[in-house]
């Protein structure tokens, strides 16, 4: 076997393809010897040590939190910005850097108290673990769907209902591996959504996800003919940024007091819709 693939296989936090960057750097020994060949066969009595993730120093780089105590820290999110690197070797300021040094919770990996994610091209609010037992209940509200989200979002084109619930599953595009699509071969995906401005050419929705398929929003919405505005994957007409806000997280905080933590959606969301 590879070395990275055998490490890919032994240390599943990271794909073989950050391991192979991993090799290349350095960052794996066999038999206390560096070995810098991702193609390099292991065998049978090797002993393979990963060294530890190169963690850069983001020292005075801070996010806005919109709330913090011993277990969680609620961070409004600005455009533009990773919920974690893709990689080991990743130097770009992340929400995961941010929070590394604040939890116990995946400190070794890329994704220090990451429990779910946004997009980089879209803002608002996101929830982030301590430590591990506040990372499974966390996890288990997002897995059975007892969280409530509510994101803001401008379209191009506006629906023919004010008011719907778009039910259809979702798989990923085998003609294009990172982007997903509306399929009956797909998992399902359930979207409700509300028209709350619109003008000549494009509407401001409020979405609220029942299910938390990755890309959910921005796909139901492109199947509709109405893609997010900005979206250069799945939409058509171009923008200053992809019109999506996570505004608001309903969610039950360890001792068992449920919360709302809320972003303002930006003014430019309603201006762009009734344009």
């Known amino acids: 076997m590879r070395l990275d693939t055998y490490a890919a296989t032994t240390w599943p936090e ?12 350095g960052d794996v020994t066999v038999n206390g010897i560096t070995q810098m060949s991702a193609k390099y066969v292991v065998q049978e009595n090797d002993r ?15 996010l806005p939190v919109i709330y913090e105590d011993d277990n969680v820290i609620v961070i ?26 604040k939890t116990s919770y995946k400190a070794e990996t890329n994704r220090p108290g990451i429990i779910h994610r946004l997009d980089r091209a879209t803002s608002g609010v ?3 673990a301590k430590n591990e037992p506040t990372a ?13 989200k509510t ?28 982007t997903f699509r509306v ?18 050419k494009r509407a401001l929705l409020e979405l609220r996800p029942k299910t938390g398929r990755t890309h959910q929003l921005r796909v139901h919405l492109a199947y509709l003919g109405t893609p997010i505005l900005g979206d250069i994957v799945y939409g058509t007409e171009k923008a ?16 068992g007091e449920r919360r709302v933590f809320e972003s303002p959606v930006p003014a430019s969301f309603a201006n762009e819709a009734t344009k």
């Open 14 to 25: 990271y794909s073989r393809s950050t391991w192979k960057k991993r090799i290349e750097a």
């Open 48 to 62: 393979i040590e990963p060294k530890k993730p190169h963690v850069i120093n983001y020292a005075g780089q801070t």
């Open 76 to 101: 409004n999110k600005p455009l533009g910005v990773l919920t974690h690197s893709k990689g080991a070797l990743n130097e770009e300021f992340t929400v995961a850097d941010f929070v590394r040094p």
């Open 126 to 128: 996101i929830i982030c």
């Open 136 to 148: 499974s209940y966390l996890q288990k509200q997002f897995s059975e769907r007892t969280t409530k």
């Open 151 to 178: 994101y803001a979002a401008v379209i191009s084109g506006i629906p023919k209902e004010a008011e719907a619930v778009i039910d259809l599953p979702i798989a990923r595009n085998p003609s294009a591996p990172s």
């Open 183 to 200: 399929s009956t071969a797909g998992k399902h995906a359930e979207t409700y959504y509300r028209v709350t401005h619109f003008g000549a």
């Open 240 to 255: 200053d940024r992809m019109y999506l806000h996570a505004a608001s997280l309903e969610i039950t905080l360890p001792g």
